[in-house]
């Protein structure tokens, strides 16, 4: 694994993630749109270019750009002049979510604090040392008990921290963990390759989702069906995507075949998720993924199966469904109707507002504050360590277009299993017309009727 990873000197940093220009496709083929990205960077700092010369490192400048996703002006980003407070009439008139926001990005950016952007590696690496020191601890300790009653607590709280894992690798992908691109890809594929993850094939897809917020069709996350492909779903798929447990254990198939109404692998250099000049990154991760998933298969031999499916195995599932569970309710369940957009309707600025914040009690802590979404899809550069105070700054800014999120009663969010069950069973499809659309709902497929 050292030495896949190692290989990291020869590939290049991380491309800033920017807005999608309102015009800014390219058209390979029509079933593949690119993204244009912007060249103009807002930089808050400016620290001297680090160079690696010699070996394996080609001359690569690696001065840190913190980039913040630009947007084309137009009437939804400038803003309009109303009356009220940021878009709402003080008469108390009827919030639209769907409206353009009376405020730009550059408002909200210029609302959190300058210090909020500073990237601390140090501070980061410990979270990696907490994260995995704990890890290594529960299993050993786990081990040694033995005892039945036992592991049941320990493969809920080692898959939580497979998920702490996850999300610093997040991180990483996103250039937030630090300022150094070989920092950030080496410990990026350790956490991610350690619990089966492709690292830079997750990375290029996550950033798509980014970059594609609150888009009907091109988002990649959890975005919505449209009613025509909907339709088409045979009756297992339709079951298997909106029947618990099922859409909580869909993360290592959308790693393989992505979502329906959407063709490529996450594994796969040539898949159309990937451009030609990111196929090198992608051939990296699949060969260390398939390195863990060999050192998995030797320990089953040294240690048994039954072994290594309680010490690994079900922790793996319960990451897993942390993972759906989390980035499902950051985009779905809330009370409110989220709006989802197409065409000129759509913006960055507007696509990021579609998403939620969430409570998680304890778990806010121990899975880095993963709960705070809204600037972090705004902002991915902030680091998780500043995401509680830069949202704060933000919510003045953001008015009722922030969804306060529900708190947790307890040290455990199981306020977020009622928000999940009625987002289910409620959120099935968009129409296949109109620029601002929300779910409707399907009510055969849960025996209502719509008298109901």
Request: aromatic fraction near 12%; charged fraction near 20%; charge should be neutral.
């Amino acid at each position: 694994m050292a030495i896949l990873v190692s290989s990291e000197c020869g590939l290049k940093s991380l491309p800033c993630i920017s807005a999608m220009p309102r015009n800014g496709f390219i058209l390979r083929d029509s079933s593949n749109p690119r993204l244009l990205y912007s060249s103009k960077i807002f930089t808050d700092q400016k620290p001297s270019p680090i160079k690696f010369l010699g070996g394996c490192f080609r001359e690569r400048n690696w001065g840190v750009k913190v980039s913040v996703p630009i947007l084309p002006v137009g009437e939804e980003e400038r803003g309009e002049s109303v009356k009220g407070v940021n878009g709402i009439e003080e008469d108390d008139s009827e919030f639209d979510p769907g409206a353009p926001p009376p405020f730009n990005l550059v408002d909200v950016r210029a609302a959190i604090p300058k210090h909020c952007w500073v990237k601390d590696p140090w501070r980061s690496m410990s979270y990696v040392v907490r994260d995995v020191v704990l890890v290594f601890g529960l299993a050993a300790a786990a081990a040694y008990i033995d005892n039945w009653l036992v592991w049941p607590l320990y493969w809920v709280a080692q898959g939580t921290m497979f998920w702490a894992l996850f999300v610093l690798g997040h991180d990483c992908g996103h250039g937030s963990f630090s300022n150094n691109p070989k920092l950030n890809n080496v410990v990026g594929h350790l956490l991610h390759s350690s619990i089966l993850v492709p690292y830079h094939g997750w990375r290029i897809s996550h950033r798509i989702h980014h970059q594609n917020h609150g888009h009907v069709e091109n988002d990649e996350s959890w975005h919505p069906l449209s009613e025509k492909i909907y339709r088409n779903l045979d009756n297992s798929t339709r079951f298997l995507r909106f029947k618990l447990p099922f859409p909580m254990l869909a993360y290592p198939f959308y790693l393989w075949k992505r979502s329906p109404g959407k063709t490529g692998s996450h594994f796969d250099p040539t898949s159309d998720l990937f451009v030609p000049s990111e196929r090198k990154d992608v051939i990296t991760s699949t060969l260390c993924w398939t390195t863990m998933a060999a050192l998995l298969v030797g320990l089953c031999f040294a240690m048994g199966p039954i072994q290594m499916l309680k010490l690994y195995g079900v922790p793996y599932w319960v990451f897993v469904t942390w993972l759906d569970l989390v980035t499902y309710l950051h985009h779905h369940g809330h009370e409110d109707m989220i709006p989802w957009y197409r065409g000129k309707e759509w913006s960055y600025l507007r696509g990021g507002l579609t998403t939620l914040d969430r409570d998680y009690g304890w778990i806010n802590n121990i899975h880095h504050d993963i709960g705070t979404h809204v600037v972090h899809h705004l902002f991915p550069q902030i680091p998780h360590y500043h995401l509680v105070e830069a949202t704060l700054a933000a919510k003045p800014i953001l008015g009722k277009y922030y969804r306060e999120p529900e708190k947790s009663a307890g040290p455990l969010p199981f306020h977020l299993i009622g928000n999940l069950i009625r987002s289910l069973k409620k959120d099935h499809y968009v129409s296949d017309t109109g620029d601002v659309v929300y779910y409707k709902t399907d009510f055969e497929i849960n025996h209502y009727s719509k008298s109901e």
